[in-house]
Every structure is written in structure tokens, then in C-alpha cells.
């Protein structure tokens, strides 16, 4: 039996970045901000003590004073917790992994086959059906995001 991926736009708990819990913040804060930006990608703005994040073609500015994580495009709007908690671990890991740009698919991670299952299944049906066979559509599509 498969359980159907569930529609993180429904879940009214954790919704928008804003829900992330505070010791993120904190811990975040605490960090030293040049290590930070070597293990992630992410730059700082020493002046306003914030963190500029690129995901998926965007970017967004962590404050952790503010404990916000809002987005720098005019017509992002707020941004949802997936996205927040995302920006806000790759800023927290402390592992020497350096991000490299090279995407990996979920299988490749480490515990990737077991986690992305039942209710963590990647929706990749509906791009099928979106999508089918037609490779132009779905690049382009992929490229506007």
C-alpha cells in the first residue's frame, strides 16, 4: 500500500519560514559567519549581520536577530517552511562538506532510499503527466523557476 504524498500547502503548523523554531536562529547567530559562508554558498552582509541564500534560482536574506527569512524578488512573497528550514540547516550544517553546484538525485544522499517514501515520495507522477516525454517543456519549464 502507498501512502500519497502529503500537500505541504495544507499543513497549517509549519506553513511559512517564519515558523522556524528560534534556537535556529540563535544557533545561527552564534556561528562565525565566514565558516558559514564557506560550508554553504550563502554570503553576509557584515553591516546588517544577514545572510544572502541562493535556492532554486532565487535568493533569500536570513536575519537571525530578526529571526526572519524573507525573500529579495519583489513578487516571492512569504516564504514557505520547507524552503526556510532548507536554507536555515545548509547554514547550520558543520560538516567540511563544500557545496560543489552539482545537483544529485534523492537515491544519491545518504539514507535517501528509505526517507523519500510514503508521505516523502517526490511528486515526480504529476510532472510525467505534465510533462510526458516532451524534454524541451520540462527544461524550459525547470529554467523559469
Same mark, same amino acid.
Given at each position: 500500500? $502507498? *501512502?500519497?504524498?502529503? @500537500?505541504?500547502?495544507?499543513?497549517? #503548523?509549519?506553513?511559512?519560514? @517564519? +515558523?522556524?523554531?528560534?534556537?535556529?536562529?540563535?544557533? #545561527?547567530? &552564534? !556561528?562565525?559567519?565566514?565558516?558559514?559562508?564557506? =560550508?554553504?554558498?550563502?554570503?553576509?552582509?557584515? =553591516?546588517?549581520?544577514?545572510?544572502?541564500?541562493?535556492?532554486?534560482?532565487?535568493?533569500?536574506?536570513?536575519?537571525?536577530? &530578526? !529571526?526572519?527569512?524573507?525573500?529579495?524578488?519583489?513578487?516571492?512573497?512569504?516564504?514557505?517552511? +520547507? $524552503?526556510?528550514?532548507?536554507?536555515?540547516?545548509?547554514?547550520? +550544517? @558543520? %560538516?567540511?562538506? *563544500?557545496?560543489?553546484? +552539482?545537483?544529485?538525485?534523492? !537515491?544519491? =544522499?545518504?539514507?535517501?532510499? =528509505?526517507?523519500?517514501?510514503?508521505?516523502?515520495?517526490?511528486?515526480?507522477? %504529476?510532472?510525467?503527466?505534465?510533462?510526458? !516525454?516532451? %524534454?524541451?517543456?520540462?527544461?524550459?519549464?525547470?529554467? &523559469?523557476?
Amino acid at each position: 500500500m $502507498s *501512502i500519497p504524498p502529503t @500537500d505541504p500547502s495544507q499543513n497549517k #503548523l509549519f506553513r511559512y519560514a @517564519d +515558523q522556524l523554531p528560534a534556537e535556529y536562529f540563535d544557533r #545561527l547567530a &552564534a !556561528r562565525n559567519p565566514d565558516e558559514v559562508c564557506r =560550508l554553504s554558498g550563502a554570503s553576509f552582509d557584515p =553591516l546588517g549581520r544577514t545572510y544572502t541564500f541562493p535556492l532554486l534560482g532565487h535568493k533569500f536574506r536570513l536575519d537571525p536577530a &530578526a !529571526r526572519t527569512v524573507t525573500g529579495l524578488e519583489a513578487d516571492q512573497g512569504p516564504v514557505d517552511f +520547507q $524552503s526556510g528550514l532548507v536554507m536555515m540547516m545548509s547554514l547550520l +550544517q @558543520d %560538516r567540511n562538506v *563544500i557545496p560543489t553546484g +552539482q545537483w544529485v538525485t534523492e !537515491r544519491e =544522499l545518504p539514507g535517501g532510499d =528509505l526517507f523519500f517514501q510514503g508521505p516523502h515520495t517526490l511528486p515526480t507522477g %504529476r510532472l510525467a503527466k505534465a510533462f510526458g !516525454r516532451d %524534454r524541451d517543456a520540462f527544461v524550459a519549464a525547470a529554467e &523559469a523557476v
